[in-house]
């Protein structure tokens, strides 16, 4: 399924090893974790059956600050998330904002954007070794 302004990537592994690299990675860019929220849990606390999905609430004042600054309507898409769930087939996709769609969304100068861009630590997740 495409949408608009919307970047899936495969991971090789399991939901939660995924977050646990992505957490990792976050951090180790000084980006913090505001939350991490298990869904699968939180619908089965209601008896709804769902394939395992998590999400990340994550962000850095330093750098989304002049983007709020610039357009204070980014808020509303601020602080970032990524969405890492499992398909009915299996497969683990790390789902996210692209960056380039929130610059034009919001009117914002490229200079300022590439906060938005994760692709890199994505990528860093994916080829990492395992965090202890």
């Given at each position: 399924?495409?949408?608009?302004?919307?970047?899936?990537?495969?991971?090789?592994?399991?939901?939660?090893?995924?977050?646990?690299?992505?957490?990792?990675?976050?951090?180790?860019?000084?980006?913090?974790?505001?939350?991490?929220?298990?869904?699968?849990?939180?619908?089965?606390?209601?008896?709804?059956?769902?394939?395992?999905?998590?999400?990340?609430?994550?962000?850095?004042?330093k750098?989304?600050?002049p983007?709020?600054?610039?357009?204070?309507?980014?808020?509303?898409?601020?602080?970032?998330?990524?969405?890492?769930?499992?398909?009915?087939?299996?497969?683990?996709?790390?789902?996210?904002?692209?960056?380039?769609?929130?610059s034009?969304?919001?009117?914002?100068h490229?200079?300022?954007?590439?906060?938005?861009s994760?692709?890199?630590?994505?990528?860093?997740?994916?080829?990492a070794?395992?965090?202890?």
């Amino acid at each position: 399924m495409i949408i608009k302004g919307i970047i899936s990537k495969t991971s090789p592994y399991s939901v939660k090893e995924t977050v646990d690299r992505l957490v990792v990675m976050l951090t180790l860019h000084d980006i913090k974790i505001y939350a991490r929220i298990d869904q699968q849990e939180e619908l089965q606390s209601s008896q709804i059956a769902a394939l395992p999905m998590e999400y990340l609430l994550f962000g850095s004042p330093k750098h989304s600050g002049p983007l709020m600054v610039e357009n204070p309507l980014i808020a509303i898409d601020l602080p970032m998330k990524i969405i890492v769930w499992q398909s009915d087939d299996n497969e683990v996709f790390v789902t996210y904002n692209d960056a380039a769609y929130l610059s034009e969304r919001f009117g914002l100068h490229e200079d300022l954007t590439s906060y938005l861009s994760i692709h890199h630590l994505l990528l860093e997740q994916m080829t990492a070794s395992s965090p202890n």
